[in-house]
């Protein structure tokens, strides 16, 4: 009896090995990267949703699909659904990805314009602890602590950024802003 049943569950597995093989094997590369494309022209007509169901069409073809990820959590903050895309973004963030940078941006992002601030400012720190270097983390978080009422680490903050990155327009524009509204 025992030896019947361990062959069902070989058998069993088999066929769930064989069913997994052959639906990554249906999966074609052109039909995630046509998704990915009709989600972002949705996005930058602001049709949201529709750029959102075309994002999870392409999580139910590859639910690791790390740019899909991305184009979520950055429709979720445009269409500011604030608690979604703090959720999307702290998912995400629990797998590998070369968005993660981004992701740590937007999930500050949505932190600051949901009011909590702190929170934001933590996420962004944590960025910069893996991406010491990333000139959005380190305006984003330069912008919240000014945002906070603290202008002069706000403002060595934006320096920094601009010691890594001289060209980087929106920092320039940005200290620039900042030292105007001083005097």
């Not at 968005?99 to 009011?115: H, K, M, T, W, Y």
């Not at 601030?117 to 984003?140: D, K, Q």
């Amino acid at each position: 009896m025992k030896a019947t049943i361990a062959k069902w569950w070989v058998a069993i597995g088999a066929l769930c090995l064989m069913t997994q093989t052959a639906i990554a094997g249906a999966v074609d590369p052109s039909d995630v990267q046509r998704l990915i494309r009709e989600g972002t022209a949705l996005h930058g007509r602001g049709q949201f949703d529709g750029a959102l169901e075309k994002y999870r069409a392409v999580l139910a073809l590859n639910p690791a699909h790390a740019e899909a990820h991305y184009e979520i959590v950055a429709t979720l903050y445009a269409k500011k659904a604030w608690q979604d895309c703090i959720d999307a973004a702290n998912s995400a963030l629990q797998t590998p990805s070369p968005f993660r940078a981004r992701l740590f941006v937007a999930n500050g992002n949505c932190l600051d314009e949901s009011g909590q601030r702190e929170r934001a400012i933590a996420t962004y720190e944590a960025g910069l602890r893996e991406f010491s270097r990333h000139p959005e983390l380190g305006l984003n978080l330069a912008i919240a602590i000014q945002k906070g009422g603290d202008v002069s680490r706000s403002l060595s903050l934006m320096e920094k950024v601009l010691d890594d990155a001289p060209t980087y327009r929106t920092a320039n524009f940005d200290l620039g802003r900042v030292y105007a509204r001083q005097g």
